[in-house]
Protein backbone atom coordinates (compact mmCIF):
# COMPACT_ATOMS: atom_id res chain seq x y z
CA UNK A 1 0.00 0.00 0.00
CA UNK A 2 1.72 3.01 -1.06
CA UNK A 3 0.78 5.84 1.98
CA UNK A 4 1.54 9.43 1.58
CA UNK A 5 1.45 12.37 3.69
CA UNK A 6 -0.70 15.49 3.40
CA UNK A 7 1.88 17.92 4.98
CA UNK A 8 4.30 18.15 7.57
CA UNK A 9 1.96 19.32 10.35
CA UNK A 10 4.09 20.67 13.11
CA UNK A 11 7.28 22.44 12.77
CA UNK A 12 9.14 23.05 15.81
CA UNK A 13 12.17 25.89 16.71
CA UNK A 14 14.06 25.92 20.29
CA UNK A 15 13.58 28.96 21.99
CA UNK A 16 14.65 31.21 24.84
CA UNK A 17 12.05 33.86 25.80
CA UNK A 18 8.71 33.37 25.05
CA UNK A 19 7.69 37.25 25.31
CA UNK A 20 9.87 37.60 22.86
CA UNK A 21 8.97 34.87 19.95
CA UNK A 22 5.61 36.18 20.39
CA UNK A 23 6.46 39.68 19.31
CA UNK A 24 8.21 38.33 16.43
CA UNK A 25 5.98 35.63 14.97
CA UNK A 26 2.75 37.34 16.63
CA UNK A 27 3.56 41.35 16.51
CA UNK A 28 6.14 41.05 13.54
CA UNK A 29 5.09 38.28 11.62
CA UNK A 30 1.17 38.07 12.00
CA UNK A 31 0.88 34.75 13.16
CA UNK A 32 -2.23 33.86 15.30
CA UNK A 33 -0.91 32.57 18.69
CA UNK A 34 -2.96 28.91 19.13
CA UNK A 35 -1.45 28.00 22.43
CA UNK A 36 1.01 29.12 25.22
CA UNK A 37 2.39 27.90 28.71
CA UNK A 38 4.85 29.58 30.48
CA UNK A 39 7.91 28.05 30.92
CA UNK A 40 7.49 25.45 28.05
CA UNK A 41 6.18 26.70 24.85
CA UNK A 42 3.97 28.64 22.44
CA UNK A 43 2.49 28.00 19.61
CA UNK A 44 1.36 29.67 16.26
CA UNK A 45 -0.66 29.18 12.99
CA UNK A 46 0.80 29.38 9.65
CA UNK A 47 -1.48 28.85 7.02
CA UNK A 48 -2.07 25.07 7.31
CA UNK A 49 0.83 24.29 9.66
CA UNK A 50 1.63 25.05 13.19
CA UNK A 51 5.11 26.58 14.49
CA UNK A 52 5.78 25.19 17.84
CA UNK A 53 8.25 27.32 19.87
CA UNK A 54 9.95 25.51 22.48
CA UNK A 55 11.80 26.03 25.34
CA UNK A 56 14.76 23.30 24.98
CA UNK A 57 15.07 22.97 28.81
CA UNK A 58 11.50 22.22 29.38
CA UNK A 59 11.04 19.78 26.47
CA UNK A 60 14.26 17.81 27.24
CA UNK A 61 12.56 17.00 30.54
CA UNK A 62 9.94 15.53 29.18
CA UNK A 63 8.20 12.83 30.82
CA UNK A 64 4.82 12.37 29.57
CA UNK A 65 5.85 12.66 25.68
CA UNK A 66 9.36 11.78 23.98
CA UNK A 67 12.03 14.44 25.25
CA UNK A 68 12.90 16.56 22.38
CA UNK A 69 15.47 20.10 22.00
CA UNK A 70 17.45 21.44 20.11
CA UNK A 71 20.79 24.04 20.19
CA UNK A 72 21.76 25.93 17.07
CA UNK A 73 20.40 28.46 14.44
CA UNK A 74 18.00 25.80 12.82
CA UNK A 75 16.07 27.26 9.17
CA UNK A 76 12.74 27.26 8.30
CA UNK A 77 10.89 28.68 5.05
CA UNK A 78 6.70 30.31 5.08
CA UNK A 79 5.36 29.59 1.43
CA UNK A 80 3.66 33.23 0.65
CA UNK A 81 0.74 33.23 -1.54
CA UNK A 82 0.50 34.22 -5.14
CA UNK A 83 1.95 37.71 -5.80
CA UNK A 84 2.06 38.57 -2.37
CA UNK A 85 5.84 38.39 -2.32
CA UNK A 86 6.97 41.67 -2.36
CA UNK A 87 4.06 42.71 0.33
CA UNK A 88 6.11 40.57 2.87
CA UNK A 89 9.20 42.37 2.18
CA UNK A 90 7.43 45.79 2.73
CA UNK A 91 5.49 44.04 6.04
CA UNK A 92 9.41 42.94 7.22
CA UNK A 93 10.71 46.45 6.59
CA UNK A 94 7.94 48.04 8.51
CA UNK A 95 8.40 45.63 11.38
CA UNK A 96 11.59 46.23 11.28
CA UNK A 97 13.04 42.95 10.40
CA UNK A 98 16.27 42.90 8.55
CA UNK A 99 16.41 40.99 5.13
CA UNK A 100 19.76 39.61 5.24
CA UNK A 101 19.83 37.64 2.30
CA UNK A 102 17.72 37.77 -0.90
CA UNK A 103 17.88 34.66 -3.80
CA UNK A 104 16.00 33.37 -6.84
CA UNK A 105 15.84 29.82 -7.82
CA UNK A 106 14.77 28.26 -10.70
CA UNK A 107 16.24 30.28 -13.25
CA UNK A 108 15.31 33.17 -11.72
CA UNK A 109 11.34 32.12 -11.54
CA UNK A 110 11.35 32.25 -7.73
CA UNK A 111 12.37 34.64 -5.49
CA UNK A 112 12.88 34.21 -2.00
CA UNK A 113 14.05 36.31 1.12
CA UNK A 114 16.22 35.50 4.55
CA UNK A 115 16.17 37.13 7.76
CA UNK A 116 16.51 36.05 11.80
CA UNK A 117 14.26 35.59 14.55
CA UNK A 118 15.25 36.57 18.05
CA UNK A 119 17.20 33.31 18.17
CA UNK A 120 18.85 33.99 15.34
CA UNK A 121 17.21 30.97 13.34
CA UNK A 122 17.18 31.62 10.12
CA UNK A 123 13.43 32.32 8.61
CA UNK A 124 13.03 32.40 5.11
CA UNK A 125 9.69 33.44 3.02
CA UNK A 126 9.68 31.52 -0.55
CA UNK A 127 7.35 32.03 -3.53
CA UNK A 128 5.01 29.74 -3.95
CA UNK A 129 5.70 26.72 -7.06
CA UNK A 130 9.05 26.96 -6.17
CA UNK A 131 9.50 23.16 -5.02
CA UNK A 132 7.37 22.01 -7.55
CA UNK A 133 4.08 20.26 -7.70
CA UNK B 1 -2.67 44.87 4.89
CA UNK B 2 -3.02 41.46 6.32
CA UNK B 3 -1.29 38.94 4.94
CA UNK B 4 -0.82 34.91 5.48
CA UNK B 5 1.50 32.28 4.84
CA UNK B 6 -0.31 29.19 2.90
CA UNK B 7 2.16 26.87 4.93
CA UNK B 8 5.68 26.33 6.72
CA UNK B 9 7.11 24.72 3.56
CA UNK B 10 10.76 23.29 4.65
CA UNK B 11 11.21 21.69 7.66
CA UNK B 12 14.70 21.28 8.34
CA UNK B 13 16.54 18.56 10.27
CA UNK B 14 20.23 18.29 11.07
CA UNK B 15 21.71 14.58 9.91
CA UNK B 16 25.09 13.39 10.35
CA UNK B 17 24.74 10.53 7.89
CA UNK B 18 22.64 10.55 4.16
CA UNK B 19 23.07 7.12 3.63
CA UNK B 20 21.27 6.32 7.15
CA UNK B 21 19.06 9.29 6.99
CA UNK B 22 18.01 8.38 2.67
CA UNK B 23 17.31 4.74 4.51
CA UNK B 24 14.82 5.41 6.79
CA UNK B 25 13.09 8.79 5.17
CA UNK B 26 13.09 6.75 1.76
CA UNK B 27 12.87 3.45 2.04
CA UNK B 28 11.40 3.16 5.69
CA UNK B 29 8.44 6.15 4.96
CA UNK B 30 8.47 6.03 1.67
CA UNK B 31 8.86 9.96 0.90
CA UNK B 32 10.37 10.75 -2.67
CA UNK B 33 14.11 12.02 -2.43
CA UNK B 34 13.70 15.79 -4.20
CA UNK B 35 17.55 16.15 -4.15
CA UNK B 36 20.94 14.95 -2.63
CA UNK B 37 24.68 16.72 -2.70
CA UNK B 38 27.04 14.46 -1.13
CA UNK B 39 28.11 16.03 2.34
CA UNK B 40 25.47 18.76 2.55
CA UNK B 41 22.14 17.55 2.41
CA UNK B 42 19.33 15.34 1.05
CA UNK B 43 15.64 16.44 0.37
CA UNK B 44 12.44 14.86 0.53
CA UNK B 45 8.89 15.17 -0.35
CA UNK B 46 6.18 15.18 2.24
CA UNK B 47 3.16 15.89 0.86
CA UNK B 48 2.75 19.79 0.11
CA UNK B 49 6.03 20.31 2.24
CA UNK B 50 9.80 19.79 1.63
CA UNK B 51 11.73 17.73 4.47
CA UNK B 52 15.25 19.25 4.46
CA UNK B 53 18.13 17.22 5.69
CA UNK B 54 21.45 18.92 6.34
CA UNK B 55 24.45 18.14 7.70
CA UNK B 56 25.13 20.99 10.36
CA UNK B 57 29.33 20.98 9.38
CA UNK B 58 28.50 22.12 5.94
CA UNK B 59 25.71 24.56 6.15
CA UNK B 60 27.76 26.14 9.63
CA UNK B 61 30.28 26.75 7.19
CA UNK B 62 28.17 28.25 4.61
CA UNK B 63 29.02 31.71 2.47
CA UNK B 64 26.60 31.92 -0.50
CA UNK B 65 23.34 31.37 2.11
CA UNK B 66 22.86 32.23 5.48
CA UNK B 67 24.67 29.55 7.35
CA UNK B 68 22.24 27.41 9.87
CA UNK B 69 22.97 24.25 12.17
CA UNK B 70 21.42 22.79 15.17
CA UNK B 71 22.66 19.93 17.20
CA UNK B 72 19.82 17.97 19.33
CA UNK B 73 16.76 15.82 18.75
CA UNK B 74 14.02 17.66 16.74
CA UNK B 75 10.56 17.35 16.93
CA UNK B 76 8.53 17.62 13.63
CA UNK B 77 4.93 16.18 12.99
CA UNK B 78 3.98 14.29 9.62
CA UNK B 79 -0.02 14.73 9.08
CA UNK B 80 -1.29 11.55 7.39
CA UNK B 81 -4.68 11.31 4.99
CA UNK B 82 -8.14 10.97 6.76
CA UNK B 83 -8.55 7.05 7.25
CA UNK B 84 -4.79 6.38 6.95
CA UNK B 85 -3.22 6.54 10.61
CA UNK B 86 -3.25 2.60 10.97
CA UNK B 87 -2.78 1.72 8.23
CA UNK B 88 1.00 4.04 8.60
CA UNK B 89 1.36 2.22 12.11
CA UNK B 90 1.24 -1.16 10.05
CA UNK B 91 3.58 0.09 7.46
CA UNK B 92 6.21 1.50 10.63
CA UNK B 93 5.74 -1.84 11.83
CA UNK B 94 6.56 -3.98 8.72
CA UNK B 95 9.66 -1.58 7.91
CA UNK B 96 11.42 -2.44 11.57
CA UNK B 97 10.46 1.46 13.17
CA UNK B 98 9.68 0.95 16.87
CA UNK B 99 6.64 3.10 17.88
CA UNK B 100 7.84 4.60 21.30
CA UNK B 101 4.33 6.65 22.26
CA UNK B 102 1.01 6.51 20.93
CA UNK B 103 -0.96 9.49 22.26
CA UNK B 104 -4.76 10.91 21.84
CA UNK B 105 -6.03 14.46 21.60
CA UNK B 106 -8.93 16.65 21.80
CA UNK B 107 -10.68 14.20 24.33
CA UNK B 108 -9.98 11.15 22.06
CA UNK B 109 -11.22 12.43 18.63
CA UNK B 110 -7.93 12.26 17.84
CA UNK B 111 -4.34 9.87 17.79
CA UNK B 112 -0.79 10.33 16.89
CA UNK B 113 2.04 8.26 17.36
CA UNK B 114 5.63 8.84 17.60
CA UNK B 115 8.98 7.05 16.44
CA UNK B 116 12.70 8.22 16.36
CA UNK B 117 14.81 8.47 13.25
CA UNK B 118 18.33 7.01 13.13
CA UNK B 119 19.50 10.69 14.82
CA UNK B 120 17.09 10.54 17.41
CA UNK B 121 15.32 13.00 16.06
CA UNK B 122 11.23 12.84 17.38
CA UNK B 123 9.06 12.18 14.41
CA UNK B 124 5.16 12.02 14.96
CA UNK B 125 2.44 10.60 12.65
CA UNK B 126 -0.71 12.94 13.36
CA UNK B 127 -4.54 12.21 12.18
CA UNK B 128 -5.81 15.26 10.15
CA UNK B 129 -7.77 17.64 11.78
CA UNK B 130 -6.04 17.62 15.43
CA UNK B 131 -4.84 21.30 15.02
CA UNK B 132 -8.24 21.95 14.02
CA UNK B 133 -9.62 24.48 10.71
Chains 1, 2 share one sequence.
Not at 9 to 27: N, P, R, S
Not at 28 to 35: D, F, S
Not at 112 to 130: A, K, Q, R
Request: net charge neutral; glycine share 10%; proline share 5%.
Amino acid sequence: MSLQFSQIKETCLYVKDLDATAAFYQGGLGLPVIGRVEGRHIFFRAGSSVLLCFIAAATRQETNLPPHYATGRQHIAFECLPGEYEAWKHKLRQAHIDIIHEASWNKGRFRSCYFHDPDGHVLEIVEPGMWGP
